[in-house]
């Protein structure tokens, strides 16, 4: 018979936080994502294959964690890689933040 006595659970283990998604139509490259933090701001990171350049944009979620974001015509390419951030720590993301799915090459 289980005991409620102090001690005498199994330790639960620590929760990783729950990596936000996202998705990229073309045209005019509307980034729409969920799993963020609500009424956050959030920043959008394309990066560029062969390229050194990384560009960054900041936009806000909505008050249900969900993100729909037009980007300029000019910030993407059939080259660039988009992904997302609300900021969380991450110990194993990339700069120590948890990044959304990368969309690559989605071009306008």
Do not use: K
């Not at 729909?68 to 110990?91: Q, S």
């Amino acid at each position: 018979m289980p005991t409620d006595a102090p001690g005498e659970h199994a330790p639960v283990p620590p929760v990783r936080p729950t990596r936000p998604v996202i998705g990229a139509s073309r045209g005019q490259v509307l980034v729409t994502g969920a799993g963020f933090l609500p009424d956050c701001p959030v920043t959008v990171r394309i990066t560029y294959t062969g390229e050194d350049i990384v560009d960054y944009f900041t936009y806000i979620s909505d008050a249900d964690g969900c993100l729909c974001a037009a980007l300029p015509e000019t910030a993407i390419t059939d080259t660039g890689h988009i992904a997302v951030t609300d900021n969380r720590r991450d110990a194993d993301g990339d700069g120590g933040l948890l990044w959304s799915n990368t969309v690559s090459g989605v071009p306008y």
